[in-house]
């Protein structure tokens, strides 16, 4: 593809930082679509506005949701880039792949589309960019001959997503790829037949670091904790001490709440106030470790800026085990979708709804017992009034 | 793109959509499940003309889970089993293939 014609775009292929410009130029002397798509974003460039048109409607048999209508607003000067629709595609618990796999993802769009991905959009998902409607039902058939399923778009379950765990991660409180992966199949059909009021995102992070912002950025949220004490290995944290590491510095003040101490010699944490932050065994992970009784805590209701602002997940359930087959899990998630049905409004998020509707009525119409660590963060006061204070007041 | 009916042209947009909505008829809603390789049955029908019926009341088409308490109602089954029923009768989804037959605009916003 000549320089010429992209004058702008090429501007971004100055200075250090790679650019898709570069990967899409690569691409555009043997796709057509993705020349054009290029010529089209430098003519919105001049023009300050996008020349895609806002939505459309597309999809393959049987599914109301995964592939999401992109078209140009230009076909006669574009006619590459008149279709250029976005296929999702469920994304491996953990994003784990065999080589082969990859190699039958890039072959089967290369040979249906554009040939250009997105590993991975913000829900997790693997995500096609361009493809024309023609080739959909074609591309969806190559993509379930290799295993492969649709992820989730509009009013539906988005592919669930999890954090490396187990596979790569000492932190993993319970095996969050499993649960993932699980529940991804369970709900292949809420995830395939949009029915609910707006999107729901499940993300499961296997200890408090929440490597996949679960609290930031799901539905519902599962994150990994334990009960009891922080293990302590006072002889290796004295190693540590000799290696030049500074528990004072690294641990002791930056524990939010100051519960741990090191008097020189040993490490003492105030375990009732420790609210799980991760700090002090992130820092030293061969003297702490999380506690031996573990599970997770499930908090609901994060969401970005859409209708109303951005929300992060809250506590719904301070402690549960995680185990398999996950029926508490499930049988939890339903009952909140049940509530969702009948009193969510059109795009209205389930961190919305219980906003409107209140945290103490959300939990009855739930049927889950409020508790006093149901917060949005550790040390702030319980959001849910209890019968008690009514008859006090 | 374009339809034609009874020796009429009928615009359709790029997603075979009407363009024109009070141009809808019966035979016009036959025409556009055939688009979408769809044969009207009765059940089809009882579908159709609930959404258009909605949509002259409220000026909207009904969220997915409203239609889908409508059809587990007058087939008396529950919320799972009518999902499938109406995926059974339109498979690329009620709100894509149910709307475009009924005429009604096309649903916005899928990202």
New interface residues.
Partial sequence: MSASETPLLDELLKGPWPSFVKEMKEMADTKPMVRDVLRQLEKSYVDKKTHWK????????????GI??R?SDSPDEFPGAAHFHTVRVNQPAGWFYSSQALRDLCDIFEKYGSGLTNMHGSTGDIILLGTTTDELEPIFSALTEKGWDLGG???ALRTPSCCVGPARCEWAMFDCLDVCHELTHFYQ?EIH?????YKFKIKVSGCPNDCVSSIARADFSIIGTWKDQIQINQEEMRKYVEEGANPLTSAVLLCPTRAIEWDGKEITIDNENCVRCMQCINAFPRALKPGKERGATILLGAKAPIVQGALFSSVLIPFMEIEPPYEEVRDLLERIWDVW?DHGE?KERIGELVERMGKGEFLDQIGVEPDVQMVFHPRENPYVFYDEYYEET | MSLEVNGVDIDLD??G?LVDRNQWNEDIALALAKTEDVEMSEKHWEIVNFLRKYYEEYQIAP???IL?KEVAKLNNID??ES??M??NLF??????QACKIAGLP??????
């Fill in positions: 806002h939505g459309g409607i597309v999809g393959v048999k049987g599914y109301g949701g999401i209508g078209y778009s509009g009013s059909d037949r949009p029915g609910f009021p049905d059109n | 790029e997603d959509y969220m997915v889970k889908a919320k799972r999902s499938k109406l995926y498979p690329s989804g009620p709100a894509k096309k649903p916005t916003g899928c990202v």
